[in-house]
């Protein structure tokens, strides 16, 4: 686990009242507190001088991302030890054979703490389109990712070193399985595809993935479907009170 406190943060955040203010106030303790060593991480692996970092808030306090330079995306996690993200990362490398045409970016592990780093990809994240092009569109999207969903489920879990460790995902609370009748065959799971990890060209052809951070065996076939669907429909809320 990190040795850098992620208790630091909450604590100056308990002196804000304001919820959105609260969570910017947490995220950019934390950012000064890691920003040592992102700065190694970056210039390890791209030997490029770390100039400007930018706190991006997720719902999910587990982590926190920033992005660096306007080109990296670095994750830390506070739940997982350094050797299981490693191992995980491995993981991904075994689903990329499987998705010809759909970009993983290439992720790289620091040495010292549970934090990554990867460039950010090519496309079009689904905030680019208006609202009428992605209702139009919502069939060929949920096509394309049923599709995704298969080809990753195309991998041999039996070529998993010691797969047991891979089991449920990593963040079982936040996309908890939906019950299975029967006993049906384990399966891989991205467990975390949401309209925002998705990358589409101008005729929203998906393009890339980002966010493999929760790839993990499934007790049910159709979790990464569920997933998908339920991120979908309060996705589809949200921009349709808008429009």
């Keep these: 686990m990190s040795k850098i406190p992620f208790y630091v943060g909450n604590f100056f955040a308990l002196f804000v009242r304001d919820g959105a203010r609260r969570a910017r106030v ?25 100039d400007s970092i930018k706190f991006v808030r ?3 306090l587990n982590r926190f991302v920033c992005v660096v330079n306007d080109k990296y995306y670095v994750k830390v996690f506070r739940n997982i030890t350094l050797q299981r993200l490693k191992e995980h990362m491995e993981l991904v490398d075994m689903v990329r054979p499987h998705l010809d045409g759909i970009t993983i970016p290439d992720v790289y592990v620091d040495n010292n703490i549970p934090m990554y780093v990867c460039e950010k990809i090519s496309g079009h994240p689904i905030s680019d389109f208006d609202v009428d092009t992605i209702l139009k569109n919502e069939e060929k ?10 080809k990753i489920q195309r991998v041999d879990l039996d070529s998993i070193p010691n797969n047991v460790r891979f089991l449920y995902g990593l963040q079982p609370e936040r996309q908890p399985e939906k019950p299975t009748k029967g006993n049906p065959k384990p399966v891989l799971a991205h467990f975390d595809l949401n309209e925002t990890n998705l990358f589409f060209d101008k005729d929203m052809n998906i393009t890339g993935i980002i966010d493999w951070d929760t ?7 159709e979790t990464d479907m569920n997933v998908f669907n339920l991120f979908w429909g309060m996705f589809k809320k949200r921009i349709t009170r808008k429009k």
């Design 215 to 221: 790839l993990s065996i499934a007790k049910n076939p």
């Design 26 to 50: 947490r995220g950019g303790v934390n950012v000064a507190l890691y920003t040592p060593r992102i700065k190694v991480l970056i210039k390890r692996i791209y030997n490029e001088k770390v």
């Design 141 to 150: 999207i949920k096509k394309q990712v049923a599709d995704i969903i298969t």
């Design 58 to 60: 997720q719902i999910n």
